[in-house]
C-alpha cells in the first residue's frame, strides 16, 4: 500500500505519504536530509518530503517534482 497526499502552501509544498512496503522505508532511509520517517503500528510508515512551492529554476511544479 503506498497513499500520497499534497498539500501546496505558500512557502512549501508538503507530500506526505503512507506505505506499510518495506524496501520503499529501506531506500528512503538512506536519505535522511530529504525524507523524514515515522513508524506507525503494525510495521507502516508516514514518509514527509518538503519542497519550495516555487523554484522554477529547479522544477516547473513542486507535486509532480515529489513523486
Known sequence: ?????????????DL???SDQSD???????LPERFQL???????WVIVYKLLSEQP????DAV???K
Do not use: C, E, N, W
Not at 520503499?24 to 538512506?30: A, D, K, V
Not at 515515522?38 to 507502516?44: D, E, G, M, N, Y
Open 38 to 44: 515515522v513508524a506507525l503500528p503494525h510495521q507502516s
Open 24 to 30: 520503499i522505508i529501506h531506500r528512503l532511509s538512506t
Open 1 to 13: 500500500m503506498l497513499k500520497v497526499f499534497a498539500d501546496r502552501g505558500g512557502t512549501f509544498t
Open 64 to 66: 509532480i517534482q515529489g
Open 57 to 60: 529554476d529547479q522544477y516547473p
Open 16 to 18: 506526505v505519504a503512507v
